[in-house]
């Protein structure tokens, strides 16, 4: 506390901060440990799941490196792991000879609503009873506008 009585306002993001960031942490190492990532790692199901919900059903490698938690290299080899799973399918963008294009395969989008039906229900017994509807709508507000507060993040 500041000798005023307030806290200040620099402690207080950084405590914030820290808060946030270790309930993700607990919440992401429950989740992992569940049932529901069993036969797909966590990072594997983010890349079928970014997919899934992709309009055109076709992705570019970058676009979809700007929606998951990895880097690109780290995206590139999991995306070839993917593919020989059978799971994700990719072609050369057709108006950009570099571009990669890649879309789930049907095998991959059954593998990601069989995960995703199961992670949401494990997402459920763990946010339900610590957060009432109108605690989880709150947090879903505060997390929005966090998000958008920082724009467009550079890559």
């Given at each position: 506390?500041?000798?005023?009585?307030?806290?200040?306002?620099?402690?207080l993001a950084a405590e914030t901060w820290e808060s946030l960031f270790r309930a993700q942490v607990a919440v992401m190492r429950k989740l992992q440990s569940g049932p529901a990532f069993r036969k797909l790692a966590v990072n594997e199901y983010d890349v079928l799941f970014t997919l899934s919900r992709c309009p055109s059903g076709w992705l570019r490698l970058n676009e979809l490196n700007d929606n998951v938690l990895?880097?690109?290299?780290s995206l590139s080899r999991l995306v070839d792991r993917l593919e020989k799973r059978g799971l994700v399918a990719r072609m050369a963008a057709p108006q950009d000879g570099r571009g990669v294009l890649l879309q789930l395969t049907e095998e991959g989008r059954e593998?990601?609503?069989?995960?995703?039906?199961?992670?949401?229900?494990?997402?459920?017994a763990l946010v339900g009873p610590a957060l009432s509807a109108a605690e989880q709508k709150e947090l879903m507000r505060l997390t929005d506008k966090l998000r958008a507060s920082l724009g467009t993040l550079p890559r």
């Open positions: 506390m500041a000798a005023n009585g307030s806290e200040s306002p620099v402690r990895l880097s690109q290299s593998l990601q609503k069989e995960i995703g039906r199961e992670h949401v229900r494990d997402i459920s």
